[in-house]
DNA sequence: ACCTAGGTGATAGTGATTATCATCTGGTTA
DNA sequence: TAACCAGATGATAATCACTATCACCTAGGT
């Protein structure tokens, strides 16, 4: 079988260990190790929905009441900054269209977003042949290649050279 | 050669072809083929940019300077439901996270935006092997499935059977 | 030419996210 | 251990993309 749905059973042991790893990893980032950033990770971790902001908010409440809105949006997307969560799609900021119908899949530029087509027949074959995965009906799909284009590869570079921090 | 960048210059005649059977497909869809849904189909079939809404509003309000971006706003959803665009990404809505952070994919329901993960070690072995890609670099990359989750699945099979429209 | 369902423009409203800023605190240093 | 301060947080205002509303308009069938 080449195309597997996670097993949820996972989730438990994984988060464990990214858990006891997390505070040594902060500081690798440079970041302070906070009980809302821990309280943050925990329910991310803890979760297999995908959640959105507002729901880790609500799941961390629980426990901090104080919490606001706004440190759970600047945690999550800290937490993606230094590698210890990611974004389901990059792309979430706004509707972006295409008038291109036959089936393709897209390059993203990580820092300016330009987006260009691109061709994989092999992929598409792939999942031709797969209309069911679990509990879900295969209808379509759409890669998302990060990338970084020639001009935002040439400013980081430069940026570089003259001693900014790449980040 | 598996991954190739669409090549720009197909746009032109693509474009041509779409525009010539633009107001048959609106019509088979339902649709009246209005001066403004004429002039934002072919300002979207121009573009290779994978534009946003405004950048739509901004290049047809040239030629129609009354139109309103509320027109184009609908009028892009109306194409995608029609099957005359399509989005980027269906994920656009709000940011979703994802604890997990080892490389994965997704399988989101088009319906109640459920998203579970999956695994494709094939297609992570294919792009392994693909460093560039035209004027890009890239890092890596998300698979977005669409899908039917059974419950959403059930619901449509249930409106069907007493006599609710699919759509 | 006439009718009407559906489309449009103007604008108010909503919901997610970000900015601002005063206050607080983790973690380093004395 | 206390004192310090860069960075973190909470409260809230602001922004931005998008949707709802509604009076008026028009495409396309009669």
């Given at each position: 079988?080449?195309?597997?749905?996670?097993?949820?059973?996972?989730?438990?042991?994984?988060?464990?260990?990214?858990?006891?790893?997390?505070?040594?990893?902060?500081?690798r980032g440079g970041?302070?190790?906070?009980?809302?950033?821990?309280?943050?990770?925990?329910?991310?971790?803890?979760?297999?929905?995908?959640?959105?902001?507002?729901?880790?908010?609500?799941?961390?409440?629980?426990?901090?009441?104080?919490?606001?809105?706004?440190?759970?949006?600047?945690?999550?997307?800290?937490?993606?900054e230094i590698g210890?969560?990611?974004?389901?799609?990059?792309?979430?900021?706004?509707?972006?269209?295409?008038?291109?119908?036959?089936?393709?899949?897209?390059?993203?530029c990580v820092k300016?977003?330009?987006?260009?087509?691109?061709?994989?027949?092999?992929?598409?074959?792939?999942?031709?042949?797969?209309?069911?995965?679990?509990?879900?009906?295969?209808?379509?799909?759409?890669?998302?290649?990060?990338?970084l284009?020639?001009?935002c590869g040439a400013k980081r570079a430069k940026a570089n050279r003259t001693g900014k921090p790449r980040r």
């Amino acid at each position: 079988m080449e195309l597997q749905l996670v097993n949820e059973r996972r989730r438990g042991p994984y988060a464990a260990k990214r858990l006891s790893e997390f505070a040594a990893r902060c500081r690798r980032g440079g970041l302070a190790v906070t009980p809302q950033r821990l309280a943050i990770i925990k329910a991310l971790l803890g979760s297999g929905e995908h959640p959105r902001a507002d729901a880790i908010f609500a799941a961390v409440r629980m426990q901090h009441p104080h919490i606001s809105l706004a440190t759970v949006h600047r945690t999550l997307e800290t937490l993606c900054e230094i590698g210890e969560a990611r974004k389901v799609t990059m792309l979430h900021d706004s509707a972006r269209y295409d008038g291109n119908i036959t089936p393709h899949h897209h390059v993203v530029c990580v820092k300016c977003r330009r987006i260009r087509d691109i061709e994989i027949p092999r992929l598409d074959r792939l999942l031709a042949g797969q209309s069911e995965l679990g509990e879900f009906t295969v209808l379509g799909s759409s890669l998302e290649i990060h990338a970084l284009c020639e001009e935002c590869g040439a400013k980081r570079a430069k940026a570089n050279r003259t001693g900014k921090p790449r980040r």
